[in-house]
């Protein structure tokens, strides 16, 4: 494994780590990194909907970000070929060409730096080889969705090799609307990307790649779940048949009125360059250029009724670039060390436009454009120093500095058709609807925060090791991205850190025929953000969204992690995670009512008390060729979905069972497939307006195909 910036052995490393190799990854049938949630305890992954490409909410130990805006920084890193993915559009990146799959749980503020509290996902794709190797993989499944995808890689001289790859998708999509009496979540993928590998010399290895992507599709469906005393209900009408049942009264059938002609897009131009040069003596120095560029839009429906109570056009633009060094000592001495700096500059903008017909009167239009950039440098070191041939210390630290700059321009509201402007000063100026009109010049705020880490192993045998660890996890603060009020949009949230004192232990058994790998954890919040709606008497829209600070939370609980092969035909694994999350010091305005209560009784969304996963493969020669049958049930606990713990969008427990059989004959495989076969229907978003409307989506629902896999 790669997870700390150097090749070893994950059963050397004293952390919760789980990983899948590239023969894992092989057997199954990942879309994209939702499916890899399976693999590690006390995970959930969910697309929120709130967006076109795949918003990503990823919760490990009850720790992540479920919000679409750009300003709200994950809690949990996406690393993708050593780049950091800075935003949750896009980070649940298609499972294409991926040679290792590796989960980091709890805060890796050392290596990785700020906006890894909860953890990283480390994905890392094949490298270019010299001989002709490659995979293709034609994949049909239900609601009419075909997927075509392949790799190829060569030799171009003796010291050129490139890859080249390809995927496209196309689905119906498995959502109904019964408005407009037609299918409305249908989209379009496709990927194009490659890679050369330069070797002058022995010591010297040189590489560049490109990814383009392209997603369009039917702005994603938001599901109108609402209470007796709800507005939407009250003025029009607008009611949930049942509690917890959406308008529509089905999970999978939508009414909204919104566009469905695939106008939404989400568009990605990626480029990394790596430069590592061997300077001998177990000593390598590397250094890693990424370039990452997003451009999306879609006019979505919030509201999820017939009529236009609110909806939006979200046209945003984001880019990041980084800069890191690292020098590295290997080998087998005492001393094992990685050394880096690393630089982040990153600026998105977003113009939105609100489409409100709350009233009885015609349609109001308002819109705000808000940019923020951040700029971020950062120095880190990780060290292994064996004391003994048994004892193990490692010690990390990293210092960061980030520096955030905000601007908010609310131009013009439309009432009628007819528009009013205001010019661009610091001030609030009233509009015609009565509301206001924020006009903000650059505000600026800047934090610096240093994060150790100290573990301690211990080798009791080859096989067996227990290690104490200490670790410390910062994300960074920041503005609020969709404000209506001058506070909103000039005053910044706090950073978050936290605290992580775990004990663990990994061990091998039966010729490494069991592996089993296991920690107990306590975690302790300080700051811990929380984004939440609000009301925003006066303003044009009458609402924000705004990034509130709980003051402490304790995240405590313990995980499992099975490998076993009884015989050579038969692979069994699993893990367990059990989570005990609770706020222990919460005083806010969480209803808006200028009044801080204690906010201490909320449950912590996304945080199940029990995940576990338990799955096997059979694999057996069968004439020509060899069979395997493969299955798995992945169990989410009952949970909070959204930041209110909104009794009608919260989940229960589910099962998600997912099953395939397959046939290789030389290198073409045949393999017939279902996933969540239970048919679970679990809300994968919900978020509260309060005393408005609730909108939620599900997670997709049974679906089964058939593909065709062929390596050369």
């Known amino acids: 494994m790669t997870a700390r910036k150097r090749v070893e052995n994950l059963q050397d490393l004293g952390g919760s780590i789980s990983a899948l190799s590239g023969g894992d990854l092989l057997k199954r049938f990942d879309s994209d990194v939702r499916d890899f949630a399976s693999a590690s305890p006390n995970v959930i992954i969910d697309d929120v909907q709130q967006g076109p490409g795949g918003v990503a909410a990823i919760y490990i130990r009850g720790i992540g970000v479920a919000d679409v805006e750009k300003s709200v920084d994950p809690a949990v890193g996406v690393v993708f070929d050593d780049i950091y993915l800075g935003q949750s559009a896009g980070s649940l990146m298609k499972a294409i060409d991926l040679d290792r799959v590796e989960v980091l749980r709890g805060p890796q503020g050392t290596l990785f730096g700020r906006n890894a509290t909860g953890g990283v996902i480390s994905l890392s794709r094949s490298r270019p080889t010299q001989e002709l190797t490659g995979k293709a993989r034609l994949t ?81 469906v938001s599901l109108a779940v609402l209470r007796p005393t709800d507005y939407f209900c009250t003025g029009f009408g607008q009611c949930s048949p049942a509690p917890g049942v959406p308008t529509s009264g089905d999970r999978y059938t939508s009414l909204g009125n919104g566009p469905i002609n695939k106008d939404a897009f989400f568009e990605m131009n990626m480029a990394i360059g790596k430069a590592k040069y061997d300077l001998g003596n177990d000593y390598e120095v590397q250094y890693i250029l990424g370039y990452l560029k997003t451009k999306e839009g879609a006019t979505q429906d919030w509201d999820g009724t017939p009529l236009t109570l609110y909806q939006t056009d979200r046209p945003a633009r984001w880019r990041q670039t980084t800069n890191e060094v690292r020098l590295s000592k290997g080998g087998t001495g005492p001393l094992t060390f990685v050394l880096g700096g690393y630089l982040w500059d990153s600026r998105y903008t977003i113009n939105l436009k609100n489409y409100i017909g709350l009233a009885a009167t015609p349609l109001l239009t308002s819109s705000q454009e808000v940019t923020q950039s951040t700029k971020s440098y950062a120095g880190y070191f990780e060290g292994d120093y064996r004391i003994t041939d048994k004892l193990k210390l490692t010690v990390g630290a990293r210092y960061t500095h980030d520096r955030k700059t905000s601007i908010v321009n609310d131009g013009a509201i439309n009432i009628y058709g007819t528009t009013e402007e205001v010019d661009p000063i610091l001030t609030i100026q009233p509009s015609l609807a009565g509301g206001s009109i924020l006009m903000a010049a650059p505000v600026k705020a800047s934090w610096s925060k240093f994060t150790p880490k100290v573990s301690l192993s211990y080798n009791w045998t080859s096989d067996v090791m227990t290690y104490a660890l200490w670790s410390r996890g910062y994300r960074g603060g920041g503005f609020n991205g969709r404000p209506a009020t001058l506070s909103a949009a000039t005053i910044p949230y706090n950073p978050e850190t936290l605290d992580n004192y775990e004990l663990g232990f990994k061990s091998e058994f039966l010729d490494r025929r069991l592996r089993l790998n296991g920690a107990v954890y306590m975690m302790k919040y300080k700051d811990m953000q929380q984004d939440l709606d609000v009301p925003a008497p006066g303003s044009s829209t009458g609402r924000e969204n705004r990034t509130i600070n709980a003051a ?133 978003v919900g978020y509260d307006v309060q005393g408005v409307w609730s909108y939620a989506a599900p997670r997709p629902p049974r679906t089964w195909g058939v593909a065709v896999t062929q390596t050369f």
């Open 140 to 220: 049909y499944e239900r609601f009419h969705t075909i997927k075509a995808e392949g790799v190829v890689s060569f030799g171009v001289t003796e010291n050129v090799a490139v890859k080249f790859t390809g995927a496209y998708e196309s689905t119906d999509g498995y959502m109904y609307n019964r408005t407009q009496h037609r299918r409305g979540q249908k989209s379009d993928f496709g990927a194009l990307g490659t890679q050369v590998l330069f070797t002058p010399t022995d010591a010297l290895e040189l590489s560049v790649s490109y990814d383009y992507q392209k997603t369009r599709q039917d702005a994603p």
């Open 552 to 684: 402490k939370a304790d995240l405590k609980g313990f995980e499992l992690d099975l490998t076993a092969k009884p015989f050579d035909a038969l692979t069994l694994n699993g893990n367990v995670g059990y989570l005990d999350a609770k706020y222990k010091s919460f005083f806010g305005d969480i209803y808006s009512t200028g009044t801080a209560i204690d906010a201490s009784f909320l449950k912590i969304r996304r945080a199940p008390k029990w995940t576990w996963n338990i799955g096997a493969t059979y694999e057996q020669d069968v004439g020509p060729g060899t069979f395997w049958i493969s299955g798995s049930v992945h169990y989410m606990g009952a949970h909070e979905v959204t930041f209110l713990n909104n009794p009608n969008i919260k989940n229960g427990g589910q099962y998600l069972a997912d099953a395939s059989i397959s046939y290789r004959v030389n290198k073409t495989t045949v393999s017939v497939f279902g996933k969540n076969l239970a048919n679970e229907d679990g809300w994968s």
